[in-house]
């Protein structure tokens, strides 16, 4: 007879064993809601909450761009997902059939999946195991929750077709209480796939809908925010933002979208409201850095025509000194220096800066917004060996994106404008005292000598200070580390103990602060001597350790007298400061400088007519928009002085702006420029290349027009004229590949006047300009061009360009 307990179990596995998927009965419905959700989705949902977790933790946000409504990444695409199938159940769908098998845990024993893919998984396995479809219709409640999970994993693992498949099901199955969490993640699906139109039609419906659960309200609300502030509609979002924080249940959010709220606010120039939702996210306790990072923008916010400058003041001098705050305390340096800025009190904003980077670094992007703000200092007094040395430093410690790229960018056009920079101010100089009397050079020589004696001697005298307060410091950390011990004057050197160690090194700090181990560390100024040996060398000053540079005689020695050799520096200073002042206008966008620049070189003024015509037409080009009065003067000029040119026709046959240089149009100039060399038509080469320069004078392919044009000289006006022409465009072309030949060339004729004989019949094929993006054809490659070039050769008046003008580079660097 079977004992009882025996029984009893026996009975129960025969029910459950009977509970089939193609019986609608209570039992079987329930039995399969209950096992969908503790055997399968349960455990997907944990997996899934888990990873966004994990996602959360790791974020860090960009508080210099306007963070994202989720503290995480957006989901993108993901172009290889890995594809995960429903398992199949055995024969069977009950415990029964898996009893005759042994596996009563199914494929859950063999899954090694995590996160998204678990859940995934979890939700197939549910599906496939669990649905119960009888007369084409779904009999389990769960399955909505099934379907909604599997839709949520894909689009979170960026596959957002095969989501919008699973959340479409949501909405055929007869059951609405996932229906509007499905049509949610829906529209997000729908973003991802970048079908952004469905995705506003959902949100806009669902963001109308009051009858929605309180936090599903707010996440369309966040969502439907983003979406308009991408779009650019700042005041949608605003009410976004407003929605979502009235429903959200979670006070982190509620700070977060606060914060938010106060950066568009602030990209409105709404600088008090702005702030006041600064404050607001701050008193939410979102934790210490979204608090610091409120106050610290908020600051940075003042404005000095509005606000009053103490009060901005000792609010951020106040969180400086609070302790809560210690690892943001160069955050709040920073923005005390934007403050000083924008009263142009730039020494006390160059102060706070400084000391910034003396504390401990919070943010490698603040770190590196730092180092920018004091490279936008120095560029703006041009001093360009420290900014550049400044930008340097920024872009090694700041983080990859956009930002990055902006002032990579910029570093590497100041390190091109640097050299011609200095040029002419080296240049500059030596003519200057080529035009001093003797007597005059010899008193300026003198008083640079005193000047030099001065510098040593303070030199010498900060050194001995410097000793002193060695030994001073030896002498503190000894007796530190004898009374540790209770030993007498000379016990144990302090390194045998880390106590002492730690001691000495707090001490070190306090007195020299950071320093990289070298050699000579206690010189000051150690960083800064390479920098100066930089700017030393760009000046053309003297070493400061040469043993002559006491002696009157080392400088005037160096004086030219040749007349070839001083003609030459003054047409290599006024080529490049044209080519300088154009650098300002099109790479940097500050037309103000460029101004200067090409005023100052007009004001010499250039031996060259054509460098001079061309600095008079960009002062015209530059000014046309921003200061049409001074555009005018240097439009007469033009008229007045040089009335013949091709720049007097454009003036007086105004055409409707470009914004860009047409390709296929400079391409037609130079073909036309090319024929005209081979058949030895040198006047219409120097023609079309005069025509090149005026409508596209910023152009790549001007270096092949030079080209051309030296070898013009090469047959015209001879050697000198030649050397002369090669000279200018290794200056304004050094790293491409007409700069770089034409070095080759100059050497060549250094070198071996034989082979520079030969070299002057004709242009080398190799030398040959090859206009972007393929060589040009000797002949036209269709009826267009064969036309254009046709009136070309007639001279007929092409349309000039004008860059677009931007802002200057501090407007385009400051965040």
């Known amino acids: 007879m079977i004992k009882k307990p025996y029984a009893l179990y026996l009975i129960v596995f025969m029910l459950i064993a009977s509970c089939s998927t193609k019986k609608n009965t209570f039992k079987n419905r329930n039995y399969h809601k209950l096992t969908a959700w503790f055997n399968t989705l349960f455990n997907g949902q944990e997996a899934m909450d888990r990873q966004l977790k994990e996602l959360r ?98 689009y979170y693992q960026g596959k957002p077709f095969q989501a919008l498949d699973a959340l479409e099901q949501v909405k055929r199955l007869p059951f609405d209480k996932h229906t509007s969490t499905a049509a949610f993640y829906t529209a997000l699906a729908n973003l991802q796939a970048g079908n952004t139109f469905a995705a506003t039609k959902t949100l806009d419906e669902l963001y109308k809908n009051d009858d929605l659960d309180k936090q599903l309200i707010a996440d369309v609300a966040k969502e439907y925010a983003w979406l308009y502030y991408e779009e650019g509609d700042l005041a949608s979002a605003l009410n976004g933002l407003d929605r979502a924080i009235e429903y959200s249940r979670s006070k982190k959010e509620r700070a977060r979208l606060n914060y938010i709220q106060g950066q568009v606010l602030t990209e409105l120039g709404r600088l008090d409201e702005a702030n006041e939702k600064f404050k607001r996210a701050a008193k939410l306790k979102p934790g210490f850095e979204m608090e610091a990072r409120a106050q610290v923008f908020a600051a940075m916010n003042y404005d000095p025509m509005v606000h009053n400058y103490q009060d901005y003041r000792k609010q951020i001098t106040d969180a400086y000194e609070t302790g809560t705050y210690e690892t943001y305390r160069n955050e709040f340096l920073y923005a005390l220096g934007k403050i000083e800025e924008k009263r142009d009190s730039i020494q006390l904003a160059e102060k706070a800066y400084l000391q910034a980077l003396r504390e401990e670094q919070s943010d490698p992007r603040f770190r590196a917004e730092t180092y920018t703000a004091l490279g936008d200092i120095k560029f703006k007094k041009n001093d360009y060996v420290y900014a550049a040395a400044y930008y340097d430093s920024a872009v090694s410690v700041i983080p990859e994106g956009n930002r990055s790229v902006e002032i990579t960018q910029f570093r590497d056009n100041l390190n091109r404008v640097m050299d011609k920079y200095y040029l002419v101010k080296r240049n500059d100089s030596i003519l200057r005292l080529v035009n001093m009397p003797a007597g005059e050079q010899k008193i300026y020589f003198q008083n640079y000598i005193d000047k030099l004696k001065e510098m040593d001697a303070k030199k010498a005298e900060e050194e001995v200070q410097l000793e002193e307060t060695t030994t001073n410091f030896l002498v503190n950390v000894n007796n530190q580390s004898s009374s540790l011990f209770g030993l007498s004057q000379g016990g144990k050197f302090y390194f045998y103990t880390n106590a002492a160690k730690n001691n000495g090194e707090t001490e070190f700090k306090k007195v020299w602060g950071n320093r990289r181990l070298t050699d000579n560390w206690r010189l000051s100024s150690s960083g800064m001597t390479t920098i100066e040996q930089k700017k030393a060398e760009l000046t053309g000053s003297t070493n400061l350790n040469n043993p002559r540079r006491y002696d009157i005689d080392f400088y005037l020695e160096q004086i030219p007298t040749q007349p070839r050799k001083i003609q030459n520096l003054k047409v290599e200073r006024d080529t490049v400061e044209l080519s300088l002042g154009l650098d300002y206008a099109d790479q940097f966008k500050n037309n103000k400088r460029a101004t200067t620049t090409l005023e100052h070189l007009v004001n010499t003024p250039p031996q060259d007519e054509d460098v001079l015509l061309r ?125 770089i030949r034409a070095k080759e060339l100059l050497q060549g004729l250094k070198n071996d006047a034989q082979q520079t004989k030969e070299q002057l019949k004709t242009p080398e094929k190799e030398v040959k300009p090859k206009p972007i993006p393929s060589t040009p054809q000797r002949e036209p490659q ?34």
């Open 57 to 154: 933790d790791s974020h860090e946000d960009n508080y210099f761009e306007t963070l994202t409504v989720n503290p995480y990444d957006e989901f993108q695409v993901n172009d290889n997902p890995e594809i995960i199938e429903a398992p199949q159940p055995p024969r069977g769908s009950g415990i029964g059939s898996r009893l005759a098998t042994g596996n009563l845990l199914g494929d859950q024993a063999n899954s090694t999946r995590a996160g998204f893919e678990k859940a995934e998984e979890k939700a197939l396995k549910a599906i496939s195991n669990h649905a119960m479809i009888i007369r084409n219709e779904e009999k389990n409640k769960l399955m909505a929750r099934a379907y909604l999970m599997l839709g949520q994993a894909r």
């Open 615 to 739: 600095a008079y037409y960009n002062l015209y080009r530059i000014n046309v928009e921003e200061n049409p009065s001074l555009s005018d003067v240097y439009k007469q000029k033009i008229l007045n002085d040089f009335p013949h040119t091709i720049y007097a026709e454009y003036i007086l046959n105004p055409q409707s702006d470009f914004t860009e240089s047409n390709e296929p149009e400079v391409l037609a100039l130079y073909t036309s420029a090319y024929e005209a060399y081979q058949e030895e038509e040198y006047d219409e080469v120097r023609s079309v290349t005069e025509k090149a320069a005026a409508v596209y004078p910023n152009a790549e392919i001007m270096a092949k027009f030079l080209m051309l044009n030296a070898f013009v000289d090469a047959k015209v006006l001879g050697r000198d004229a030649y050397i002369e022409a090669l000279e200018r465009i290794i200056l304004l072309y050094p790293t491409k590949e007409e700069g």
């Open 782 to 815: 269709n009826e267009v061009q064969q036309n254009r070039i046709r009136e070309i050769r007639k001279d007929k008046t092409i349309r000039p360009v004008r860059k677009p003008i931007g802002n200057s580079l501090g407007g385009e660097l400051n965040p």
